[in-house]
């Protein structure tokens, strides 16, 4: 392994051992302490590579985030009708979710933080960025068929959908309640109807 692989991997095992103590721990309980023994390395090391807590774990987050991220639009690029993805879309979306609870729990839990923090408020903006770019492909994907036409404008629809998912993700996270959020899927479902008419 050359130099510049072995210093990379270094920094990829600490964004690693920073991503899981975030899952397991969440913000307060993770110290560069603990990340630095759980990546093996020493806190000179570490520091090396992110001199305060903060820039560590918002690029633990990063790493979460893509994995997140990839999730999504694996889920959603499965579907291959354009009524289908708007039908049942929301639904997968929140089911990918569901199914990163911990991921989701992580990032409210740095949400909550952002405010006291400046290094992760000014992360805020590209976390969101992140997720309103799947949907951006996804209502490309629906327009590019030529089936559908949105009934709202998209600066509209965007935030609409994106505060839904992370709405249902919180909600989650804290009650574990998959029924009400099912049913209140159901209810959404049909509004999302709303926001298209055939072409």
Known sequence: MTGATATESTRELIIHAAAESLLENGYSG???RSIASKAG???GN???????KSELL?????????????ELRATLNQLSDPLEVLEVGVESLWDSLRRLGDV???AFDLMVQAPRTERLRAYMPELFTRYREVIQ?????LEADGRVR???????????????VLGFGLYY??????ESCLRALSAFGQLAGTLVEPI
């Open 30 to 32: 993770t110290s560069v």
């Open 41 to 43: 390395v020493a806190i």
């Open 46 to 52: 570490l520091q090396y590579w992110f001199p305060t």
């Open 58 to 70: 918002v690029e633990a987050w990063r790493h979460l985030t893509a994995r997140s991220v990839e």
């Open 104 to 106: 989701q729990l992580a």
């Open 137 to 141: 492909e996804q209502l490309d994907r």
């Open 150 to 164: 949105l009934t709202v404008p998209r600066e509209v629809l965007v935030p609409l959908v994106l505060n839904t």
């Open 173 to 178: 996270v804290v009650t574990r309640d998959d």
